[in-house]
């Protein structure tokens, strides 16, 4: 239980505060616990673990998927006044997966934990309503998160062939002799994936693509885009 | 606007139905429109798009990501019975990220459109938590999605498609009707990298590669690949 001073601190975070009867508004502070995490700890570990609703006084949370073979992704990193909800995830039936949550520095929290969070949002709809919104919200992270996986990967990738290429041709002509067709095989891709990007390529300054091949015109601009 | 007829059939999609007020219920009714959709045809095409809330009748929609190279990765699939609310994602602040859903097979839909859709949930509480909630539960598909595609290994991935696609139409004839390419958009891959694997499973015995689709001939071999 937190100080009655923490209430109006509490408040800021909680956007249905107001929508909670004055006896909801007791549990809550009654149930509501301030923590603190050193960097590089663990607040939430996987499936069989249940915190509960994460409330960031400051600090930074770094959400991420891991495989079984230990390959991290991460998905969202939460600051200062971010409200984290995946930690509850068995209260909510709608969320089925489950994630690792990291304090990346050192941070200050306020928790609620699962059972007083299952509680307050099984009584109230605007706590129910706040928790799956605040999911929404983290849905959206992940899939600006997974477009930056899937597909942003492919300029880098033919950025670092080129790259290679041209590390063996340089002071020559500065012309890599591939179609797109070849480029394409080597690279695993389409040929009309290659033009595609190699056209954007060629906008940015980076190449020139001609009959004869692609010359390397700005060697800096093409060794950012491999990293 | 749907005959009176719809409207015991449309109770059963919508569970905030007793939490509408007479007025509420007489509004949903008189905006809410039952269409059909052919096969292939797109239901929601990205940005510019906000076409309501689907409630899929029969049939089943394909949601999916499109890059700018034109590749796809589907995110999930939705079938008779099931609500689509990322086709009104205008609605959500909560959802910053836009998608595309195609009619698979023939389709009847329900469709709330977004300006209805978006007076019901400002107004009830109930309409808006049910929308972050349908949203969630997508969010738990696409993080299913997400695993298979970053985590598992290739083969793994396409032994789990067939098995539940074969799931679907065991005991017909075992064939799944699909093209290659069709399997390799579903999977988030390439025509090539599918034709490759699926020469390499019928070596093995597993399935037998026809024009007419792909017919499963050791159910215990394609399960032992999924593990």
């Not at 505060?17 to 301030?34: A, C, R, T």
């Not at 039936?93 to 949002?121: H, M, P, R, W």
């Amino acid at each position: 239980m937190v100080d009655s001073n923490y209430r109006e601190e509490l408040k800021q975070y909680i956007p249905f505060w107001d929508k909670l009867s004055s006896n909801e508004q007791e549990f809550f502070m009654n149930n509501v616990l301030d923590l603190k995490y050193e960097s590089g700890t663990t607040l939430h570990g996987g499936d069989d673990d249940c915190l509960g609703l994460i409330l960031i006084r400051n600090g930074t949370i770094r959400t991420y998927m891991l495989s079984n073979e230990g390959k991290e992704i991460t998905l969202f990193r939460l600051n200062e006044g971010e409200v984290c909800v995946l930690s509850a995830a068995c209260i909510l039936d709608s969320v089925t997966f489950d994630v690792n949550i990291d304090a990346e520095t050192d941070c200050e929290i306020f928790l609620l934990g699962s059972t007083a969070f299952a509680k307050l949002a099984s009584s109230n709809i605007y706590v129910e309503n706040f928790a799956h919104k605040i999911a929404t919200e983290r849905f959206s992270d992940v899939m600006w998160a997974f477009e930056q996986i899937l597909f942003m990967s492919f300029d880098k990738r033919l950025a670092t062939f080129l790259f290679d290429e041209y590390i063996k041709i340089k002071d020559k002509d500065n012309v890599i002799k591939l179609t797109h067709e070849q480029v394409a095989k080597y690279i695993g891709s389409a040929r009309e994936v290659v033009t595609r990007m190699l056209h954007y390529f060629a906008n940015e300054g980076i190449v020139e693509v001609s009959r004869g091949g692609i010359k390397i015109l700005d060697e800096q601009k093409l060794r950012d885009l491999t990293k």
